[in-house]
């Protein structure tokens, strides 16, 4: 059984950072993993995703240059370093594993998914 548990969310000053992990567990397609994001009224959105099988990282262009994804050694954890944070990124943040490696960024591309982890940032 996959379990993806996101930790690292907060509240934050604008233009401060935050780094959210993603512990992985049962997960042995291989890498293919993204984070989404919720805000209220809002639809989910693909920030960021790493498909190592793919050689492949992709970002959205509304947090390229200010976010990177990654992931550790063993492929166990996935990381999302946010800096220059903006009031518009706060949102419910979400890991999200792929059965299928595809390399997309859409939530339906996704099979797994964490609980959240909530992002606020105050300008």
Same mark, same amino acid.
């Given at each position: 059984?996959?379990?993806?548990?996101?930790?690292?969310?907060?509240?934050?000053?604008?233009?401060?950072?935050? *780094?959210?992990?993603?512990?992985?567990?049962? %997960?042995?397609?291989?890498?293919?993993?993204?984070?989404?994001? &919720?805000?209220?009224?809002?639809? *989910?959105?693909?920030?960021?995703?790493?498909?190592?099988?793919?050689?492949?990282? %992709?970002?959205? @262009?509304?947090?390229?240059? *200010?976010?990177?994804?990654?992931? @550790?050694?063993?492929?166990?954890?996935?990381?999302?370093?946010?800096?220059?944070?903006?009031?518009? @990124?706060?949102?419910?943040?979400?890991?999200?594993? &792929?059965?299928?490696? =595809?390399?997309?960024?859409?939530?339906?591309?996704?099979?797994?998914?964490?609980?959240? =982890?909530?992002? =606020?940032?105050?300008?």
């Amino acid at each position: 059984q996959v379990q993806l548990v996101e930790s690292g969310g907060g509240s934050v000053q604008a233009g401060g950072s935050l *780094r959210l992990s993603c512990a992985a567990s049962g %997960y042995t397609t291989g890498s293919c993993m993204g984070w989404f994001r &919720q805000a209220p009224g809002k639809e *989910r959105e693909g920030v960021a995703g790493i498909y190592t099988g793919l050689g492949k990282v %992709y970002y959205a @262009d509304s947090v390229k240059g *200010r976010f990177t994804i990654s992931q @550790d050694n063993f492929k166990s954890t996935v990381y999302l370093q946010m800096n220059s944070l903006k009031p518009e @990124d706060t949102a419910l943040y979400y890991c999200a594993a &792929q059965l299928i490696c =595809t390399g997309g960024l859409s939530a339906s591309d996704f099979r797994y998914w964490g609980q959240g =982890t909530q992002v =606020t940032v105050s300008s």
